[in-house]
C-alpha cells in the first residue's frame, strides 16, 4: 500500500525546512530518475526528444537534457521559453554544454519525454499546447511523463487532451490526478522517484492509498479439523436476473465461504450443484448479499427485517440503488459494503436525496463524490467501481489500479459482488471485505490468458484457485 497526495508542494516546503534540502538538489533527483526510465527504454546514441515547459516541470527536462548529453542524442523543445528562476539556471547550465533548445519539432525520435507541465496544470491547454500534445501522440517512440501527463488535471481528467505516456514518472509521492479514471489510459506504468531523501521521511499523513498486489490477503484455512460451518453462511438473493445471483454465489463459493444458499420465492432452473436453494433467510446465515439482479420492483421483507433484527453483514449492490428501502438498511445495518458503478452511484445519490449529478459529474470528480457519500454514511463501505476503484470509508480513500480491460465484460460486477460477500460471510471487516474482494477480482482478471475480449465472468470464478500470495 503506497500513499497518494493531492499535490507535493506540502512536502517539498517540508524537505526545504527540516531538511535543508534546496531546490536544486530535488530537481537534480528527479532529474535523475527521468534518466533512469529513459536509460531503461533506449539503448545510448538513440534519439531523445524533451519538449520543456516554462516552469519547473519544463525545468526537470532541461535538467534531464544536460544528464543524458553526449551518451544520447538529445534534442530539447521549449515551446514556451524558459521563464521560472529554476528553468532559467538550468538552461544555463545546459547552455555551457553547448547545447541549446531547438525551433521545432524533429519528425522522429526513439523516446520522447513531455516534461511540459505535469501536475502544476490549473486551467486548461492552449491552443499551442493543444498542438504539441497531439503531435507527441502521433509520433512513434516510447514515451515518458514527468510527473504527470501534460494535460491531466488535478483530480486526473485530460483538459481537454492529455499526453499519452507508456511510462509516468512521478516526481516525490503519488499524486490523486494520477488515479482518475480517464487518466489511467495516458498514464502507462507509474513509477516515484526518490527526491534525495527516503519517501518514509519525503511522505507524512494522507487519507488516500494505493492498494498493490502484495496487499491482497485471502481466505486461508489453516484448521485441519474445519468443516464447512466454519467457513460461513452466504444467503444471495435472488430477483428477476436470476443469472446475476448464481454468478455471485458461484463466486462466493470459489472464494472459501462453506455455504451458499440462493434465496429466490420461484423456483431456479439449473442451479450448480454445489449450490442450495430456499425460499426463506437460513437461520445460519452469516452474511447476505442483495441487488444484483433483484429488480426495482423486489421488495425483500422477510430479508430486511431479519438482517435488521440481526444485524447481518450485508453486500448491497445494483438494483438497491434505486431503491426508496435502501436508506434504512444504510441507516441502521452496521456491517454494509455497497457496490455500485457510476450509473448507479448517481442513482444512489439522488434516492438518498444527498445530491442529484450526472455520471459524467461523478467520473470527473469520482474522489470528492465518493468522499462526500463517505461524509454522510461513514459507517458504510463503499466500493465505486471504474478503471480505477475507489473504497471510500470513515473519510479514507482506497484506490484498487489494477483492473484491466479484461473486466470489461457483463457479470464481472457480479463476480465482484460475490468476492466481497464471501469473505462478509467468513468474517471479514467491511472494510477488508472490499479490499480483498476488489483485489481478488483485478487479480484474477490478470491471471486470465486468453485475449482480453474474450473472457467471460466464469473465466474470472476459474481463476481464483490460483491465487495464492
Known sequence: MQKIFNDCYALDARCYEKFDLTEDILMEHAAMGLKRAVEAAAEPGSEVLIVAGPGNNGADGITLARLLHGDYEVSLHLPYGAKSPMAKLQLQRLQQLGVDAMHTLPAHADV??????????????????????????????????????????????????????????????????????????????????????????????????????KDFNPPRRTNPSAHKGNYGHLCVVAGKKKGAAILCGSAALRFGTGLVTLMSDHTIESIPHSLMLSGELPESTTAVAMGMGLGHEYDPILVKSTILKNDLPILLDADVCYVPWIRRLLNECSKTVITPHPKEFAALLKTLEIDEVSVSQIQRDRFGWARRFSEVYPDTVLLLKGANTLIAHQGTIYVNPLGSPVLSQAGSGDVLSGLVAALLAQGYTPLNAAINGSLALTLAAARYEGADYSAIAEDLIGELRWLVP
Open 112 to 213: 520522447i519525454v513531455d516534461a511540459l507541465f505535469g501536475a502544476g496544470l490549473s486551467k486548461a491547454l492552449d491552443i499551442k499546447g493543444i498542438e504539441i500534445v497531439d503531435t507527441l501522440n502521433g509520433m512513434g517512440g516510447y514515451k515518458i511523463a514527468c510527473d504527470i501527463p501534460s494535460g491531466i488535471d488535478p483530480e486526473g481528467n485530460p483538459n481537454p487532451i492529455a499526453f499519452h505516456a507508456d511510462k509516468t514518472v512521478t516526481m516525490g509521492a503519488l499524486k490523486k490526478g494520477l488515479f482518475g479514471d480517464f487518466a489511467k489510459q495516458c498514464t502507462g506504468r507509474i513509477e516515484v522517484a526518490d527526491l534525495g531523501i527516503s519517501r518514509k521521511l519525503y511522505e507524512h499523513h494522507t487519507d488516500l492509498f494505493m492498494l498493490e498486489a
